[in-house]
């Protein structure tokens, strides 16, 4: 079992950064893939970011050159940075791991998540 705790969340204007925070429990961090997905209201939810075991990422069109996923495995511990934030970038934000090889864009392919972190960005 695999508990995830996000931070960072919280009210930003348009043009503005935050970095949100996934801790991660377990030893095994380092050979999870870790993925950032998001829901605004009404909508479904959606691939943002992903970071594999060897530091490979993958972004979502919207975020690139915006975003940046990262890791420490010594922390245990997933971040995306966010800069330029728009107002539709306005969503709950998940972080999500998984161990298993296949597309990590998709969220069904992922075993744990947290709770999720609410990001707010005001025109």
């Known amino acids: 079992q695999v508990q995830l705790v996000e931070s960072g969340g919280g009210l930003v204007q348009a043009g503005g950064s935050l970095r949100l925070s996934c801790a991660a429990s377990?030893?095994?961090?380092?050979?999870?893939?870790m993925g950032w997905f998001r829901q605004a209201p009404g909508k479904e939810r959606e691939f943002v970011a992903a970071i594999n075991w060897g530091g490979g990422r993958s972004y979502a069109d919207s975020v690139k050159g915006r975003f940046t996923i990262s890791r420490d495995n010594a922390k245990n511990t997933v971040y995306l940075q966010m800069n330029n934030l728009k107002p539709e970038d306005t969503a709950v934000y998940y972080c999500?791991?998984?161990?298993?090889?296949?597309?990590?864009?998709?969220?069904?392919?992922?075993?744990?998540w947290g709770q999720g972190t609410q990001v707010t960005v005001s025109s």
């Open positions: 999500a791991c998984k161990r298993t090889v296949g597309d990590a864009t998709q969220d069904t392919t992922y075993d744990y």
């Open positions: 377990g030893r095994t961090f380092s050979s999870y893939v």
